[in-house]
């Protein structure tokens, strides 16, 4: 017998039977190269027992092509990719997908051929050759690496190549990478932290399956405790892996993380050049890479001999993926640690109350650090009421806000404001006729952003530069920004502290850890005065001359109504405050809000947040919302507004009735256009004891829809648009 089945990876297609090369053994696991028709796919040998396939008789099968010499996918990570296939409702192959993610690393080469500036100018400088050369910089990469950075087509770096402004370097790939010392420089822990890194450490030889929240304030010390746990795995010779919500907390982390161990961790995130994606997902598969820092999509890869997984900022929302496989990495990461026997750590300031609730269950042990680390203290939160205390008409700032970034200012101190909107102004409109500026392929408004000159939609991309005239009434000049985004709060700085040197730090001027870097070196060298932020600003950062946090619009986070809204603006306000005095200064936060009596407001000022977080448990546990019910998110979608709107019916009306479960629905999204889709949506509830996985697929398995539909299930949603 040597019948093999395997996972192609190619999510249209079922698993397949193949012939194995005679007289060899392949394990579950093993990666293969196999013909498929008259092409030939990657795929990777699984139990037969597991998964069925077409019948297919033994003198057809076709025979594998290629075995590959690289560690076979362990078993706990088969049985990883079967779970999230199976709870997610994702295709098999989708989810594998996930851990074979850089094709090149399967192939035996030793060295790839990269590019360079040289900075030689050529002799002939066209303006393609010129913005090429301007945007590479100090860049490295593949030709067509160089060209998307550019914004260039690959002929342009190939012109340059043959001038000799860009040369060719022979990289080799499987350059070892260095060893961590757990003892290179231990920090002086306090004795909260101390007890806490015991419990880590003693996990971690444990060699078992052990889920902890470590709740600690922000500035607590949280990542020296969980550092001692991953000192403790370097020791054992065992693999980490420490997921982080946002690619630009990568490089502040490198840095703090080479202070403790002596070198930096391996990078795993989608700003890697093909080669260095290579590099590191081998090192991970033989287990040469000992601690692994990374996005989400870091969760999936073929740790060999993995010790211990770490989760930091595990409210993020982030964390939760919104298209593909739709899965949620704080969850998986803690099934993935189930089924590896080790133990996942779950890092926060401000628990998602998914997560509480399993360790008021006791479901996760609870680990506290409710001081902060040293000297600092928690700042002061004070609220501004937009009504008592109102900025001038234009302007966003109240005076009571101004003052204080004017003393700041005198102090020597850095200020932070903080409104979660990009660009300068949410809505663009027509002073004459009234007519507003909307996305032609999703139910959005177009977005201002002054810095590139340019209106663009925040959901698809789409972008054009902002017309002279209406293009209703044909009126010149008449466009005006409505509300605020934060250049237009940058704007405003700049017209009340001429002298004082301001950055704006949002997706569109951090776009890469190495902006980031600039952006944390020239903080902590004291060269910005006041920082105009989003989201991006709220978490990581350890900035210790930051003693004031304004939060310009408290309210915009409960404007969306969703279920987690008021919990995720606490969340956020709470993560932002706690950027200021993480030195010996004190700090303290004003928020701006119309509404100072919501629960919200009043939560982060009295600083009751076990109140605040109480009774949104206890509101979520009537309305049997999560964690006490279960929901799942049906989104169909076509170019057709008629197909879409159909099949939605069709799926509304062959809704099964089983008890403990109520279907919402269908109804137009919310975002009732996406990318140019028509976008209808129904909501199923459940008791928390339903299979509604199985629900699901068995109602969906039984119907057909016209092939320009799409129908994606969205286990656990945390978005409702
Ligand atoms: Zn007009
Ligand atoms: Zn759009």
Request: proline letters at 7%; hydrophobic letters at 45%.
């Amino acid at each position: 017998m040597n019948r093999v089945r395997v996972i192609l990876l190619n999510a249209a297609l079922g698993p397949l039977d193949y012939r194995a090369p005679q007289g060899s053994a392949i394990a579950p696991g093993t990666i293969v190269l196999a013909p498929l028709g008259p092409r030939q796919m990657t795929g990777v040998v699984w139990e037969p027992e597991r998964l069925d396939a077409g019948e297919v008789d033994e003198k057809r099968l076709r025979p594998l092509l290629h075995v590959y010499d690289i560690p076979p996918i362990a078993e706990p990570l088969r049985r990883l990719i079967e779970w999230t296939a199976d709870y997610y409702l994702a295709p098999i192959a989708s989810v594998l997908r996930m851990t074979i993610s850089s094709a090149s690393a399967l192939d035996g080469t030793r060295t790839v051929t990269e590019y360079r500036a040289t900075g030689m100018v050529p002799e002939r400088m066209t303006p393609q050759r010129g913005q090429a050369l301007e945007r590479i910089g100090e860049r490295q990469g593949l030709v067509r690496e160089l060209a998307l950075a550019a914004d260039v087509s690959d002929g342009v770096i190939r012109g340059l190549v043959k001038t000799g402004a860009i040369e060719a370097v022979e990289v080799s790939v499987d350059d070892p990478f260095p060893l961590p010392d757990p003892d290179h420089d231990p920090p002086a822990l306090e004795e909260a932290q101390q007890a806490a890194a015991a419990t880590f450490v003693a996990a971690v030889r444990a060699r078992e399956f052990a889920p902890f929240l470590l709740d600690g304030v922000t500035g607590s010390g949280k990542t020296e405790v969980y550092f001692e746990a991953v000192a403790e795995a370097i020791r054992e010779g065992r693999q980490t892996l420490v997921l982080l919500p946002e690619i630009a907390l990568t490089e502040p982390f490198l840095k703090r993380f080479a202070a403790r161990f002596g070198c930096e961790p391996v990078a795993w995130h989608s700003g890697l050049r093909q080669s260095q994606r290579r590099r590191a997902w081998r090192a991970i598969a033989t287990g040469d890479a000992r601690v692994v820092v990374g996005a989400r999509s870091a969760l999936f890869l073929p740790y060999r001999m993995l010790g211990l997984i770490v989760v930091d900022e595990a409210h993020e929302t982030s964390f939760k993926q919104e298209d593909g496989v739709q899965y949620h990495a704080r969850d998986v990461a803690v099934m993935r640690a189930k089924l590896e026997q080790v133990p996942v750590i779950l890092a926060s300031a401000t628990p998602a109350i998914e997560t509480r609730q399993m360790a008021e269950i006791g479901v996760y042990s609870e680990v506290r650090l409710p001081d902060r680390y040293g000297v600092a203290e928690m700042p002061d939160i004070a609220a501004i009421d937009l009504i008592q205390d109102p900025p001038p008409r234009g302007r966003w700032l109240a005076p009571t806000l101004v003052r204080e970034i004017e003393a700041n200012l005198e102090a020597g101190e850095q200020t932070l404001l903080f409104l979660n909107r990009r660009g300068y102004a949410p809505l663009t409109l027509c002073r004459h006729c009234g007519h507003r500026f909307q996305c032609p392929n999703c139910t959005a408004w177009m977005v201002e952003h002054r810095l590139v000159h340019r209106l663009a939609c925040h959901h698809c991309g789409h972008m054009m530069p902002p017309p002279r005239a209406c293009p209703e009434c044909k009126e010149e000049d008449s466009l005006v920004p409505v509300g605020p985004g934060v250049e237009r709060i940058a704007d405003e700085v700049e017209a009340l502290f001429p002298d004082a040197r301001t950055a704006i730090v949002t997706s569109d001027t951090i776009w890469s850890p190495a902006k980031a870097a600039e952006f944390v070196g020239r903080m902590e060298a004291g060269e910005i005065d006041i920082v105009v932020g989003t989201q991006l600003v709220t978490k990581g950062y350890h900035f210790p001359n930051l003693t004031l946090v304004g939060v310009v619009d408290a309210d915009l986070g409960l404007s969306g109504g969703d279920l987690r809204a008021a919990e995720r603006s606490f969340q956020q306000i709470m993560q932002v405050s706690g950027r200021a005095g993480r030195g010996e200064k004190p700090g303290r936060v004003l928020v701006q809000t119309h509404e100072p009596a919501a629960p919200v407001i009043n939560a982060l000022v009295s600083g009751d947040a076990e109140g605040f977080y109480a009774a949104e448990t206890e509101a979520r546990r009537d309305a049997a919302m999560p964690p006490f019910g279960r929901l799942a998110g049906i989104i169909i979608s076509s170019e057709d507004l008629a197909e879409a709107t159909e099949t939605a019916r069709l799926i509304g009306r062959a809704a099964p009735r089983v008890e403990n479960m109520a279907v919402f629905g269908p109804a137009p999204a919310p975002l009732a256009m996406l990318r140019g889709r028509h976008r209808q949506r129904l909501l199923v509830h459940a008791a928390r004891s339903l299979d509604v996985q199985d629900v699901i697929r068995d109602w969906l398995g039984k119907l057909e829809w016209p092939r320009g539909v799409r129908v994606a299930v969205d286990v656990d949603p945390y978005s409702f648009l």
